[in-house]
């Protein structure tokens, strides 16, 4: 439920860095200036005691961050893909949140999966094991299927997850109030509609039938992609709470040594990985939008195989290429065109200055480029893209936000296997594909085909929408038949027309 008294958990949030130490260490990781750090550590110490203590076991940072529930874990596996923003120290610390947090009783697991599908453990399974991952809404079985002896993965969600994650959400809530009454200036980012945005695609996560439709599509869209894989769900061992997958055995991407020590080259999945993310974003407009190293496995034949489906986001076409333009932009370090698509997009406000704008964008691109990725501090990157945007008024997209997430996790992963990886020659073969197919003669050609099919199945209406028009006309104006009706059976022929020669077109087509 939503309101003020979520003020104290966003209290207990800050009390709960300091109380467990990590308050100083994520300042520091983050390079927060040294005002922001001192009102920090002012506000947080006087509630120090009402912060949890968390996991005495766990390195602070982690530590807190478990004790503080699953959207601030979520928040951490994000973080652990970029040391490039929070040090390297701290990415490793941070690691253990993607798959490896503690485990609740095997035999919670099995009651959840009787009471959703109405079917024994022992009956449906030769072999159950204990769980193999814990994450942060769901934990992994090993199984096998008594009628085959196939192996399989049955996911089951964290007893009274929901209501933890409602408690967090609400919070979250009033942050971005806050944000917005206390600092005007960031009503362009639009706080609440991101948070929105991201409990429509969270809480998509809490109904696992969901995640089992996204791995089924995704994975029927990714069939033909050399090297990649998608396990595919058992529809009738699944449920709300409960989702049984093909068995997908690997090395996790995130291991580097075991990688290398079983010989598969480090710098080649780095550019898989990205190529893959993009290709699917671009292609199909419909793409994994978690892909951190605890959902990615490498088999022995060097194929990336994805797990976890909870988080999938969609772009439409109009969206995709306005994003391939940008991105094919950069990677020619064509900023005036960079800064055009913006425009005709809607992205910049039309007042703005076009020119001052490329301007800006050529300042954040050009260190990128003949620079080795190592030396680059995305922290200072992300913070100056943040004051051109402010500069120049643009409002944050919710329908780019997961693009623009996933991006950052997905080069974060790329980086953790190769840190030398220029991320724009790896990412140029694919948006050059794209922009070949899409915004060349071949789309046009497509458009056409597609509008025409469109206005073709106008034709059988015609007549009754003529006859509606001049109807509604007759009624709403009290005015001769001449030229005011002739002017509207006009447009309605020459919508005829059209219709007509789209039937013509799209049969050539």
Known sequence: ????????????????????????????????????????????????????????????????????????????????????????????????????????????????????????????????????????????????????????????LRPGIERAFYRDIDAFYLAAG??????????????????????????????????????????????????????QPNWGLSGKRIMVLDWAEGLPLGDRDALAAAGHDLTRLAERVLQLFLAHALRDGYFH????????????????????????????????????????????????????????????????????FARALRAVGEPIFGMDATHISMARLLNYLFEVTERFGMETRTELILLQRTMVVVEGVARSLDPHLNIWEAARPVVETYIAENVGPKAVLRDLKRTAQVAARFGPHMPELIESLLKRRDTEVNLSVSAPRWRAAGLVLLGAGLALAGVALGTQL
């Open 178 to 231: 806050l944000m917005q009454r206390a600092a005007p200036s960031a009503r362009r980012l639009r706080p609440t509609e991101v948070i929105r945005h991201f409990e429509g695609v969270v809480l998509g996560e809490l109904d696992l039938r969901a995640e089992a439709a996204a791995a089924s599509e995704f994975g029927a869209n990714t069939a033909r992609d050399e090297g990649f894989r998608v396990p």
């Open 1 to 156: 439920m939503r309101g003020p008294h979520n003020l104290l958990r966003l209290i207990r949030t800050g009390a709960t860095f300091e109380r467990t130490g990590a308050m100083g260490q994520a300042l520091e990781a983050m390079e927060a200036p040294p005002r922001l750090r001192a009102i920090a550590r002012v506000m947080g110490w006087p509630f120090r005691w009402l912060g949890y203590a968390g996991d005495p076991a766990l390195p602070p940072v982690t530590r807190a961050i478990t004790a503080l529930g699953p959207a601030y874990i979520k928040f951490g596996q994000i973080m652990s893909t970029r040391p490039d923003v929070v040090g390297v120290d701290l990415a490793q610390q941070l690691r253990v949140l993607q798959d490896q947090l503690p485990p609740f009783p095997t035999e919670v697991a099995k009651r959840v999966f009787e009471a959703e599908t109405g079917r024994r453990v022992d009956e449906v399974f030769s072999e159950f094991s204990e769980p193999v991952a814990a994450a942060s809404i769901a934990q992994v079985h090993r199984a096998r299927l008594a009628d085959t002896g196939a192996e399989v993965a049955v996911k089951v």
């Open 289 to 356: 939008a978690d892909m951190h190293q605890g959902n990615l496995k490498v088999g022995a034949d060097g194929a990336i195989v994805a797990l976890d489906f909870g988080i999938m986001g969609q772009i439409d076409g109009y969206t995709r290429r306005v994003y391939a333009e940008i991105l094919m932009g950069f990677i020619r370090r064509d900023y005036q065109r960079v800064a055009e698509v913006h425009f005709e997009a809607g992205y910049v406000p039309a007042n703005q200055d076009v020119h001052a």
